[in-house]
T-cell receptor, first 112, second 113 residues
Framework: NAGVTQTPKFQVLKTGQSMTLQCAQD?????MSWYRQDPGMGLRLIHY???????DQGEVPNGYNVSRSTTEDFPLRLLSAAPSQTSVYFC???????????FGQGTRLTVV | GQQLNQSPQSMFIQEGEDVSMNCTSS?????WLWYKQDPGEGPVLLIA?????ELTSNGRLTAQFGITRKDSFLNISASIPSDVGIYFC?????????????FGIGTKLQVIP
């Protein structure tokens, strides 16, 4: 019973490098989202998707891209990493008609 | 955007004590959610509230949706060591979908055995 799976769990990048954070869910949820968690800031929404082929920006989308080619997967791309993107990233999913969001275990990203 | 004030930001309590934490908003919400985050894990939903004045329990946890729709409270009774973690409130405003859910900064709870 996997739920929401994020990979990798930890990552160190150099400034300017690119990478993709992976997120997959096996609950057939329509809604998926990415948050970043920073000390003293709570969870802030980066991008979200209400279904395959549909994505939209959240509160802090700059520097991040997403795509949703399947219901299961919602990768987050950093095209040119910056130290300000050092954070813990969480992927979450939920059904469109439900309020409970299921979160992954998080990816701790450090940009040096 | 909405501002959510969650307090206290951290608490040290003795095992067996009761705990209270709260969130207040500058906007009216139609849903309040309370999550717990264990170290190294993602948040897990504890309680969801959908109506002003609603009082809902989940074991030793009780949460209330404030009458003004701008606040919510979470109480933990008879705390135990496994209650350690960060508790987040989250609110969904009247206008806007789930993408408008705002999270508080969290209350870090430490339980001393």
């Amino acid at each position: 019973n996997a739920g929401v799976t994020q990979t990798p769990k930890f990552q160190v990048l150099k400034t300017g490098q690119s990478m993709t954070l992976q997120c997959a869910q096996d609950m057939n949820h329509e809604y998926m989202s990415w948050y970043r968690q920073d000390p003293g800031m709570g969870l802030r929404l980066i991008h979200y998707s209400v279904g395959a082929g549909i994505t939209d920006q959240g509160e802090v989308p700059n520097g991040y891209n997403v795509s949703r080619s399947t219901t299961e997967d919602f990768p987050l791309r950093l095209l040119s990493a910056a130290p300000s993107q050092t954070s813990v990233y969480f992927c979450a999913s939920r059904p469109l008609d439900g309020s409970e969001a299921f979160f992954g275990q998080g990816t701790r990203l450090t940009v040096v | 955007g909405q501002q959510l004030n969650q307090s206290p930001q951290s608490m040290f309590i003795q095992e067996g004590e009761d705990v209270s934490m709260n969130c207040t908003s500058s906007s009216i919400f139609n849903t309040w959610l309370w999550y717990k985050q264990d170290p190294g894990e993602g948040p897990v939903l504890l309680i969801a509230l959908y109506k002003a004045g609603e009082l809902t329990s989940n074991g030793r946890l009780t949460a209330q949706f404030g009458i003004t729709r701008k606040d919510s409270f979470l109480n933990i009774s008879a705390s135990i060591p496994s209650d350690v973690g960060i508790y987040f409130c989250a609110g969904q405003p009247v206008s806007g979908g789930y993408q408008k859910v705002t999270f508080g900064i969290g209350t870090k709870l430490q339980v001393i055995p």
